[in-house]
């Protein structure tokens, strides 16, 4: 059974200390629950090491939004898998529309990223997602099997076992606008199906696929609950403590009901 995985994107948000009084908070509310899903937290860069050091012997590790792929070199403003490391990441968001949009991210970027990230025993969540204009136009399955094939170059399967897609549809992002849970199971099945394509069935049936796009509180437990969803990515919610903890409660519901229907 594939455990649900919780995580909070923070992006540009917070300073180290509004994000230590976020994780207090989200702690507070966890401390006492033996949890059967994930919970990862990815602030900035500037606050990895404070939170690093505040979910130590939590049931939260830590991410971060992005990485180089190189280890060291000239590469001024970035930030190597090793610095990552270094500090306690566990994680790292690679190919997040945003960065693939505002940064010049691309599907090779993300291939390389990939490798590297395994490389230095980092666990990536990479993210896929069609715009407004391809779903429109039905280009959705067509749009993200490419961003696979891409993202999954040379990726032996023993890795992409241990992958995390995060299906996010870039006009469900920040937007308010969720994919129903019927979108999202469409296309997270579509996601399978395919990495079942270029692998073979067990491998597809052990990556973790979350869904992303204005997951709140509210509608957490329906996305969450459907069979090819194992997970969120959640970006405005993971910034209010009380938000973050609901999703992750519903998670955990989830998680409970599997269980009593098996
Ligand atoms: P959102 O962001 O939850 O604010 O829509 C999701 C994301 O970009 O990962």
Not at 16 to 39: C, H, M, Q, R, Y
Not at 68 to 73: C, E, I, R, S, T
Not at 105 to 115: F, L, P, S, Y
């Amino acid at each position: 059974m594939r455990r649900q995985i919780i995580a909070g994107n923070w992006k540009m948000n917070g300073t180290i200390a509004s994000g230590s009084i976020l994780i207090e908070g989200i702690n507070g509310t966890l401390k006492e629950d033996e949890l059967s899903v994930d919970v990862v937290v990815c602030p900035p860069f500037t606050a990895l090491e404070r939170a690093v050091t505040m979910t130590r012997n939590t049931s939260i590790v830590v991410g971060a939004q992005t990485m180089d792929y190189h280890d060291a070199g000239a590469y001024t403003g970035e930030i190597s898998p090793l610095m990552l490391t270094e500090l306690g990441v566990r994680y790292v968001i690679l190919g997040h529309s945003e960065r693939r949009d505002y940064y010049g991210e691309t599907d090779a970027t993300v291939n390389e990223k990939i490798k590297r990230a395994f490389h230095h025993n980092l666990q990536p969540i990479v993210c896929v997602g069609e715009s407004l204009a391809q779903r429109e136009s039905n280009e959705t399955m067509t749009f993200i099997e490419s961003q696979l094939q891409g993202a999954l170059q040379h990726i032996p399967k023993e890795q992409v076992q241990q992958l995390i897609v995060a299906y996010e549809p870039i006009w469900a992002i920040g937007t308010g606008k969720t994919a129903t849970a019927e979108q999202a199971e469409e296309v997270c099945a579509g996601i399978r199906q395919y990495i079942s394509k270029l692998y073979d069935k067990a491998t597809a049936a052990d990556v973790r696929i979350q869904y992303g796009g204005s997951v709140k509180a509210e509608n957490a437990y329906e996305i969450l609950s459907q069979p090819n969803i194992d997970g969120a990515l959640v970006g405005g919610a993971s910034l209010v403590a009380d938000d973050f903890t609901s999703i992750i409660m519903s998670a955990q519901q989830v998680a409970t009901d599997m269980l009593h229907s098996n």
